[in-house]
């Protein structure tokens, strides 16, 4: 299926019927019938400057996609427009939908010289340091939560009741209370003194194991960790090599299987939750560079 030039963003209802792809150069997002594998539509609304990681409502109805200048556009589905701009401090970067979808958290980056000298933005650049908390009924910001550092991914639990985020300069993740919206604890990666040597950064996360775990990535040593996280602050309980750059890590539905994205390689990596040990990978072409993905779970079709 082809979408618009450099997708980045992918999201889903609940449905898994459809899956919205948003594509950074053009400024577009892709609408893709996930039971047939088929594009369906490409809105061209004004999606803004490069558009981002963005997520969909439960229900399929609200699209929030964010831009690289430094907002989030609110996109009603059905009649396929935007409707509301949310700004923020710094980038438009990643979102994470609560399970119920009554909340909707935006993770602006802080961004550094690269990002600051592309063209099309032309915005002061500001330095974010807090989540911004949305409600996804009215598309108005309800409150923000302070997290000390640049955000970076993010993801949730399954009660919807933890939110969890990498941020700049912090290898490993924070824990975030999302009723009291506050930061409560931070896991912390145990690394060797060679790891220790040599500046990384954690880029990707994801909860497994029924919501009893988060595994993120180390992704300058090429390094996959596993966190227990019915404990406080987080447990490490496990660490595998993967390949070069791990970036974005997924689970499956059932939450037994993680994925690893490691782009640098152009191959994705399943690891089975309850053995900690790998399962299959997939090679993918040469100078593919696969980094975002989802998991959807599609509809088997009728006809």
Not at 92 to 108: E, I, Q, R, S, W
Not at 229 to 245: E, L, N, S, W
Request: with cysteine; hydrophobic share 35%.
């Amino acid at each position: 299926m082809t979408a618009g030039s450099h997708p980045h963003g992918l999201t889903s209802p609940r449905s898994q019927s459809v899956l919205y792809a948003a594509s950074e150069i053009g400024g577009v997002v892709t609408l893709v019938d996930t039971i047939r594998d088929e594009v369906i539509k490409t809105f061209h609304v004004g999606f803004g400057v490069e558009p981002q990681n963005g997520a969909v409502t439960p229900d399929g109805r609200f699209l929030y996609q964010p831009s690289y200048a430094g907002y989030w556009q609110v996109f009603d589905t059905q009649n396929e427009k935007i409707i509301e701009y949310i700004h923020t401090l710094g980038i438009g970067h990643n979102t994470v939908m609560a399970p119920d979808g009554k909340f909707v958290y935006l993770l602006p980056i802080a961004g550094g010289e690269g990002h600051w000298r592309r063209p099309s933005l032309g915005l002061p650049r500001t330095q974010p340091k807090e989540v911004t908390v949305v409600d996804a009924t009215t598309h108005k910001v309800v409150g923000t939560i302070p997290v000390g550092a640049g955000p970076r991914p993010g993801t949730i639990s399954p009660d919807g009741k933890r939110l969890y985020m990498n941020v700049d300069d912090l290898m490993g993740f924070l824990v975030i209370d999302t009723a009291a919206r506050k930061l409560i604890s931070k896991a912390t990666m145990t690394l060797t003194p060679n790891e220790q040597a040599v500046r990384s950064r954690s880029h990707g996360i994801a909860v497994a194991n029924d919501g009893k775990e988060v595994w993120t990535n180390d992704v300058v040593h090429a390094v996959t960790y596993a966190f227990d996280v019915t404990v406080d602050p987080p447990k490490q309980i496990a660490r595998f090599p993967v390949g070069r750059q791990p970036y974005w890590i997924v689970t499956s539905k059932d939450t037994k299987t993680v994925y690893v994205n490691c782009p640098s390689d152009d191959v994705l990596i399943a690891f089975d939750v309850a053995t900690k040990k790998e399962k299959a990978r997939l090679q993918f072409p040469k100078g593919s560079h696969n980094t975002r993905m989802t998991v959807v779970a599609a509809p088997r079709s009728t006809t």
